[in-house]
């Protein structure tokens, strides 16, 4: 199973941008499914951004569709998430999941993450001025 690790989050102002990390160890990205999920406080967590391994497929929360970008370099182990145009309702905890791909990637990300085993512990991101 792998380890995830997020990094990057941290406070910013509305409008502004951050990027985060996730890096895995344990194994390779190979036919993963990277999905990027988040949570507020007193929110169920949602299904930000996933991409495939297979051919690079992508899904995006309509929340964030036009601002958000995902891509990832199996060759680091690592996935991204760069979040430009950010808003205060972007606040939550980003975590990271993988998930070996059984189906497509709308279907596996378009959910709290229940389709995921492997998880980072998350990192906060705070949109405020």
């Known amino acids: 199973q792998l380890q995830l690790v997020e990094s990057g989050g941290g406070l910013v102002q509305p409008g502004g941008s951050l990027r985060l990390s996730c890096s895995a160890s344990g194994g390779t990205l190979d036919y993963y499914v990277i999905g990027w999920f988040r949570q507020a406080p007193g929110k169920e967590r949602v299904g930000v951004s996933c991409i495939t391994d297979s051919d690079g497929s992508t899904y995006y929360g309509d929340s964030v569709k036009g601002r958000f970008t995902i891509s990832r370099d199996n060759a680091k182990r690592t996935v991204y998430l760069q979040m430009n145009s950010l808003k205060p309702e972007d606040t939550a905890v980003y975590y990271c999941?993988?998930?070996?791909?059984?189906?497509?990637?709308?279907?596996?990300?378009?959910?709290?993450?229940?389709?995921?085993?492997?998880w980072g512990q998350g990192t906060q991101v705070t949109v405020s001025s």
């Open positions: 999941a993988a998930e070996v791909q059984f189906t497509t990637v709308q279907a596996m990300c378009a959910t709290t993450g229940t389709l995921f085993g492997s």
